[in-house]
């Protein structure tokens, strides 16, 4: 069997079928969801193909296919209403996130609908009036960010299907604990961590050394979103696979309460949480950067 490319890569992979079919090899294109004694790959349909490590004769990695803007647009709604920060409010076509300067994301604002550089004027006086830097959380092709201009923290979006199941083993409640806060090591007030639009929040802990965030929203299109954030492993707990199994259990949470498909946001040099994801099955669907409006007027 060939070198396999790393889970979560769509490949073209050509094997091996039976002696008494009429041709002697099939191709399938997907993501690899499995390597082993047997491969498994998603096709774009949903549907599971494995096949046996030893009639695998040859794959090639092909690209990502074209995500229309409608996708992100439709998947970005659903993200801003998963981590809304306290206030919210909607300009136009632009969803304003105020969280009194606690994290980047809760205190920036998505362009869904951009048109004119009048919203990005309009948009940055009410941060001002706030006292907060006016911060663009701009998604790839929803917001063109002109060449020269500073950005900062890439981050990849990143997505997979939600199977049926349950929490199993992670404690899931609609708070966090003081001890899920210790766990988490961030100083995040819970009134951000908590905040939701028109969804639920869930968060995760297992085996008191790794804790998770999950949010359930729903995009324009009707999907029901499931996105994972917070996840941390204490220190001296890493590498022995809880973060798998904490976000297993969240998407296992989400499944059970209707969410179908399922999104994170990583930073695009966090090595080890996209190394994570891609063996979940997470493929690449658009990347985001931040921009400051003063940047831009």
Do not use: K
Not at 208 to 213: C, L, P, Q, S, W
Not at 223 to 243: K, M
């Amino acid at each position: 069997m060939p070198q396999l490319p790393p889970l979560g890569a769509r490949v073209s992979l050509r094997y091996r079928l039976p002696a008494d079919e009429a041709r002697p090899f099939t191709d399938v294109i997907g993501h690899v969801e499995q390597v082993g004694p047997a491969v498994s790959v998603r096709t774009r349909h949903g549907e599971i193909v494995t096949i046996p490590g030893d009639d695998v004769v040859a794959f090639r990695v092909v690209p990502e296919q074209p995500v229309r803007v409608g996708a992100i647009r439709n998947l970005e709604h659903a993200a801003a209403l998963a981590w809304p920060g306290t206030e919210q409010q909607w300009l136009d076509g632009w969803f304003l996130r105020f969280g009194g300067g606690a994290t980047r994301r809760a205190n920036s604002a998505v362009p869904l609908h951009f048109t004119s550089h009048a919203e990005i004027v309009a948009m940055a006086g009410h941060y001002a009036a706030r006292g907060l830097p006016a911060v663009i959380s701009a998604p790839d092709r929803l917001f063109r960010i002109p060449d020269g201009v500073p950005t900062d923290a890439e981050n990849l979006v990143m997505t997979a299907e939600v199977e049926p199941g349950t929490a199993g083993e992670v404690t899931v409640s609609a708070v966090p604990d003081e001890r899920w806060l210790t766990l988490y090591e961030r100083d995040v007030p819970p009134p951000v961590l908590t905040a939701v639009v028109d969804g639920e929040v869930g968060f995760g802990a297992l085996a008191d050394a790794a804790v998770g965030r999950v949010a359930i929203t729903e995009a324009p299109d009707g999907t029901r979103w499931a996105g994972v954030s917070a996840v941390h492993v204490v220190e001296s707990a890493r590498r022995q696979g809880l973060a798998r199994r904490l976000c297993t259990g969240l998407l296992g949470w989400a499944g059970e309460r209707g969410a179908t498909r399922a999104y994170v946001q990583v930073v695009s040099d966090n090595e080890g949480a996209r190394r994570l994801y891609e063996q979940m099955g997470f493929t690449l669907h658009h990347r985001s950067r931040y921009v400051r409006a003063e940047d831009l007027l």
